[in-house]
């Protein structure tokens, strides 16, 4: 492995943790499930795409390399998903904003 591929493995790994550990922060620090759930969808996305990334280029085009693209593409596809699912949930439940925020009525 040369040095400027080290270097962008290093860079997108610290990329990678941060997100996380910011995402981690928000999990523990926000006030209701909403933000929560924001928090964690986009920093998580961010920070585990970047450490799928870093595999990538360690690892190169093929074999383990492949299975990182595959991981972002999940990635990808599930989080949005399991974050309106989440979001969606805590409405029917009757889980309330934090603060004086409503839902928007329904205009039909």
């Known amino acids: 492995m040369n040095t400027l591929t080290a270097v962008i493995v290093t860079a997108l790994l610290v990329v990678g943790s941060a997100f996380l550990t910011i995402g981690t922060l928000g999990l523990l620090r ?9 928090a964690t969808s986009k920093a998580t996305t961010l920070g585990a795409a970047s450490i799928f990334l870093a595999g990538f280029v360690y690892f190169g085009p093929s074999g383990e390399g492949l299975t990182s693209l ?5 990635l990808f596809l599930t989080t949005p998903t399991g974050a309106h699912m989440i979001s969606r949930s805590a409405q029917k439940m009757g889980v ?7 839902w928007p009525e329904d205009e039909s």
Do not use: A, K, S
């Open 30 to 38: 926000l006030p209701d499930v909403y933000n929560r759930m924001h």
């Open 70 to 74: 595959v991981g972002i593409v999940f």
């Open 96 to 102: 309330e904003f934090f603060g004086d925020t409503e």
